[in-house]
């Protein structure tokens, strides 16, 4: 049986952070190899971030996709 997926709704902020943090890291990683070693050093920051994350609990990326303007519902209060 199939499962309804309601496209209208943007990705859980989850989900956008990994895509996010990988993102960048295999973006990082393939900089480091073209242009420059410094690059390694954004894999390094992200990371850093996501060991923080999960110590802490607190994760700085997923505030600043929280108030993405497609993670707002329109139609709703305004």
């Given at each position: 049986m199939p499962v309804d997926v309601d496209r209208t709704q943007?990705?859980?902020?989850?989900r956008q952070l990994q895509i996010a943090a990988g993102g960048l890291t295999l973006l990082s990683v393939v900089l480091r190899y073209t242009l420059h070693p410094v690059f390694f050093s954004v894999a390094g920051?992200?990371?850093a971030g996501l060991v923080f994350a999960g110590v802490s609990g607190f994760c700085g990326m997923a505030r600043l996709l929280v108030h993405?303007?497609?993670n707002k519902r329109s139609g709703l209060n305004g």
């Open positions: 943007p990705l859980p902020v989850m920051f992200i990371g993405m303007p497609w």
